[in-house]
């Protein structure tokens, strides 16, 4: 009864669709039972047509496979968990669909074989959803698509994955279960552009989801837990999005990314995992905004150019990085690290700036062989061991931080000199607020160390540092201490209430700058004087030498007082000169904020306020001798600047034509377009005249033109007369115009390339010939091999077979017929050598890859490796690609029996002329090394792109010393 009513409500809707939808789609009914129209899915799928549906009844439909292969076809079961495809263990495709646009939901599909797939998809933009797949091999594959749907699936206990799409782009992967699959819950080999979201793939027995060569894909609020190795793993899938996830208690990664750069990874929770979020040569990536407790934390290896911000880690390993150069770790909070809270390790030229790391059981942040660093605005107290901690970390800014309550220190460099420490605060240390250790040329400047056991420790020849402006108070011990380590300059601190204010031992250091800068303020001396006169020495530095700062302060801070303003520019120098009605502007620099007078002769013509640059600009003078001074003011004190301005009164000069064109005399022929032209140092009206006639005026110019067209046969004089109130000048030209004789052309050629060899085309360009009196028409080539050209176009192209010399002769025609020649020798050789000369140490084997760029066309059988003297040094493999990639030689060493140091090349091979070829080489025992990054070479340019050596080592300016030739 159940199955007829269902049928009545089927074909209720059916009938209602026929009246809105198309006529020509049809539902065939399959039950195993009987009463439908058929009792095998497949016979149903071979009399459907597309748009067609197929539904299938409750009950278990065993089978070797269903195939679809029509478009358009829907296969729909009644119930996805009564409804059974069942695969009988020998099935390799239980339902296997190669239409496009087909659907399959609502079935089990299970008992594939041992290496088979429940439902296997090789069409375009199909849907799968709503399906059940357990015991297949592969629950849900889908190769060689796009656009394909997969959605609110179950793939679970399934031999290998539950869901995995292979080559196929632009597909979704939504709303699944894949758990406790035996290899990983949903898997991507080689697919792009797809989305994978709102799934849930737990206690799988490799990862939760794994992307494997499948790039620009996004990854989005997934649930990946207790997987055997990773939650999410991305292998060579760069240019990704994993955003929203949740991946915890996996036994590695949370998240993991190898060789996958240029993605983000961001919003997602990643606790209890042996690490939560790791990157392994990932590059330009982006962590932001996750949380993360327990485990490793976040870790970045050989993954430079990313950005690790706004994260949250706790109670594991922090952050780190490894080998990641030109990374950013900003606004992150790193917390209870059983080790440290921020690390970086062979990581140059990063940012670590406005971070919280606190309680860490070791160093709250630590950088360690990482140069030229910057350590800004952190927060790392309650470290068990340092607050912040450098070592061989030189060339780095430590400023603005905060390191208090250490169990040994609060800042610690050690190895890491040419650094700044400026501005921290450092108090409640066990140890030591600041500490350098073998730091040398360092500036510790503007911190604040209060109540720790030393203040600052300087130890062990940290030497040349500089140390000021630092308040230094109530340490228990001393407010510093130099053991071993001389040369530093100690002034402008604060020494406030420390048990011993300063230890000095085995250094010989400035506890002043002099007079006029002065030392330091000790809270347990008098003196006077901000500095004072040299006269009330501070001679309590505990010390086995004659430590003195003989001009300590009076106050503390005493040498923060301003200096009064200072003008430090000015222009014009003064005396100023100028003529009546003159515009003329005066300026000056300060270099403090000041209220500014501009006076002339005593009586104030300008005010400026609030300025540190300002001009006075007069626009009309009058005649006389002026005093003009600056006067410049704050609370500090005043400057000022004075100028002699001496304004004389403007004599009229007469017009003068400065410059004209052409020459005289002038030369043309008959008809030919002359142009004349002067310019005037003033306004001027302008009479042009030949032979005493006026033939052209311009009035109010500074500059005027005569132009004549068809020039008569004769002698003309031509005159251009400027006049104007001041006076008149004249500039005259005598022009002779000759009647029209035909001027035969001159031929003249180049060809390249200059050293041109057998077979390679040698472009020959006459451009540079020329005719006097008209155009050249004709360009005759004979070639000296009897071989002849004639073209109009000045340039043409010709290949010899032999080499040798030969004459190349050209012959032009100008347009009236007469002609000019001209011959050349060119010599063509045979193919040459591409040789780098000779190496150097030091030297070790490794595989080279770069490019050869050939200037010339090279025939190439052999491959020669120069040797370091005494060794084997040799090439073990070589391989030589085009620029298209295309591998065109490659060859294998023959060991040392006839000649160790060649390659023979199986065939011949031709390096053409001025293209660039890549090469692979590997070397053995202790082949010669050029060490640069490019080098020009008998036959051409090669460059080095990476070598990699035998230990692994990666250097990008290590060149083979090789020849390849005959």
Not at 775 to 785: A, C, L, R, S, V
Request: hydrophobic share 30%.
């Amino acid at each position: 009864m159940y199955k007829k009513y269902r049928i009545l409500i089927i074909c209720a809707a059916i009938l209602f669709l026929c009246f809105v939808g198309e006529a020509s789609a049809k539902t065939w009914y399959v039950d195993d039972d009987g009463g439908a129209d058929f009792t095998k899915i497949q016979e149903a799928i071979d009399a459907a047509l597309p748009t067609d549906t197929i539904f299938v009844w409750n009950g278990t439909y065993y089978t070797n496979g269903v195939s679809v292969s029509k478009n358009w076809i829907t296969l729909q079961g009644e119930d996805a968990n009564t409804t059974i495809i069942h695969g009988k263990w020998s099935a390799g495709k239980v339902v296997h669909v190669t239409g496009d646009h087909v659907s399959v939901s609502d079935f089990t599909v299970t008992n594939s074989t041992e290496s088979g797939r429940g439902i296997y998809v090789n069409g375009d933009n199909c849907l799968i959803s709503e399906n059940v797949l357990y015991l297949n091999n592969i629950g849900i594959c889908v190769a060689s698509s796009g656009n394909c749907c997969i959605e609110n699936n179950v793939a679970n206990s399934n031999r290998h994955n539950g869901i995995e799409l292979d080559h196929s782009s632009n597909c979704k992967i939504e709303n699944n279960v894949a758990n406790s699959n035996r290899h990983n819950g949903i898997e991507l080999d080689r697919s792009s552009n797809c989305k994978i979201e709102n799934n849930v793939a737990n206690s799988n027995r490799h990862n939760g989801i794994e992307l494997d060569r499948s790039s620009n894909c996004k990854i989005e609020n997934n649930v990946a837990n207790s997987n055997i190795l990773h939650g999410i793993s991305l292998s060579g899938s760069g240019h990704s999005n994993v955003i929203n996830n949740i991946a915890d208690s996996n036994s590695y990664c949370g998240i993991y990314l190898s060789g996958s750069g240029y993605s983000n990874v961001i919003n997602n929770i990643a606790n209890s995992n042996y690490d939560g979020i790791g990157l392994v040569n990932s590059e330009n990536s982006n962590v932001t905004n996750n949380t993360v407790t327990n485990g490793s934390g976040i870790v970045l290896v050989n993954s430079e150019n990313s950005n690790v911000t706004n994260n949250t880690v706790t109670n594991g390993s922090g952050i780190v990085l490894s080998e990641s150069d030109n990374c950013n770790v900003i606004n992150n909070t790193a917390n209870n690290s059983n080790r440290y809270g921020i690390s970086l390790s062979e990581s140059d030229n990063c940012n670590v700036i406005n971070n919280i790391a606190n309680n860490s059981n070791n160093c709250g942040i630590s950088l360690s062989e990482s140069d030229n660093c910057n350590v800004i605005n952190n927060i790392a107290n309650n470290s068990n061991n340092c607050g912040i901690y450098l070592s061989g970390s030189g060339y780095s800014n430590v400023i603005n931080n905060i390191a208090n309550n250490s169990n040994s220190r609060g800042i610690y460099l050690s190895g890491s000199g040419h650094s700044n420490v400026i501005n921290n605060i450092a108090n409640n240390s066990n140890d030591c607020g600041i500490s350098l250790y073998q730091s040398e040329n360092c500036n510790v400047t503007n911190n604040i160390v209060d109540a720790n056991k030393v203040g600052i420790n300087l130890v062990s020849a940290s030497t040349g540092n500089s140390i000021t402006r630092n308040n230094i108070t109530k340490n228990k011990e001393y407010g510093m201490c130099l053991n071993r380590s001389g040369n530093n300059e100690i002034y402008h601190n604060n020494f406030i209430d420390n048990n011993k204010q300063a230890y000095e031992r085995y250094g010989d250091n400035n506890w002043d700058k002099g007079p006029l800068i002065g030392g330091n303020y000790w809270s347990d001396h008098v003196c006077h004087g901000n500095p004072s006169n040299g006269s009330e020495s501070y001679t309590k530095i505990d010390t086995g030498a004659d430590s003195v700062d003989n001009y300590p302060f009076e106050d503390p801070d005493g040498w923060v007082r301003p200096p009064p303003p200072k003008i430090i520019s000015s222009a014009p120098e003064s005396p100023v000169n100028d003529i009546e009605r003159a515009i003329r502007t005066f300026n000056i620099t300060v270099n403090q904020t000041v209220n500014v007078s501009w006076q002339i002769n005593g009586s104030e013509v300008q005010l400026n306020k609030s300025v540190t640059e300002t001009a006075y600009t007069n626009t009309s003078v009058a005649v006389g001798t002026l005093n003009v001074s600056v006067i410049v003011t704050n609370a500090n004190g005043s400057d000022m600047q004075t100028w002699d301005w001496i304004v004389t009164k403007v004599t009229p000069e007469a017009p003068e034509i400065t410059s004209y064109t052409p020459e005289t005399p002038v030369y043309d022929i008959e008809g030919a377009i002359r142009t004349f032209n002067i310019i005037v140092n003033q306004t001027v009206n302008v009479s042009w005249q030949m032979n005493g006639t006026e033939v052209q005026t311009n009035e109010s110019v500074t500059e005027a033109n005569l132009y004549e067209h068809g020039a008569a046969t004769g002698t003309w004089n031509v005159s251009a007369i400027v006049t104007n109130a001041n006076g008149t000048d004249m500039q005259a030209w005598v022009w002779n115009v000759t009647s029209k004789e035909n001027q035969p052309p001159v031929a003249n050629f180049t060809y390249s390339p200059a050293n041109p060899v057998v077979a390679q085309p040698i472009t020959f360009n006459a451009s540079n010939s020329t005719d006097p009196d008209g155009d050249i028409t004709n360009y005759e080539w004979i070639f000296g091999d009897g071989n002849t050209t004639n073209t109009t176009e000045p340039t043409t192209n010709h290949t010899y077979a032999p080499a040798g010399t030969f004459t190349v002769t050209l012959t032009v025609t100008d347009d009236d017929g007469a002609t000019n020649a001209t011959s050349r020798a060119i010599t063509v050789s045979e193919g040459l050598v591409f040789d780098t000369g000779t190496g150097t140490y030091p030297s070790i084997a490794g595989t080279h890859t770069g490019t050869i760029t050939t200037n010339v066309t090279i025939a190439v059988s052999k491959l020669y490796t120069y040797p370091c003297a005494g060794t084997g040094g040799h090439t073990e493999h070589v391989i030589i690609t085009n620029e298209s990639g295309i591998i065109i030689a490659e060859a294998d060493w023959d060991g040392y029996q006839v000649d160790g140091h060649n390659i023979t090349f199986d065939g011949s091979l031709t390096l053409v002329a001025n293209a660039t070829y890549s090469y692979t080489i590997c070397t053995g025992s202790y082949p010669q090394i050029v060490h640069a990054d490019s080098k020009t070479v008998a036959g051409g340019t090669i460059t080095c792109t990476s070598f990699v050596d035998a230990n692994g080592n990666e250097y990008v300016d290590w060149i083979p010393a090789i020849r390849l030739g005959d």
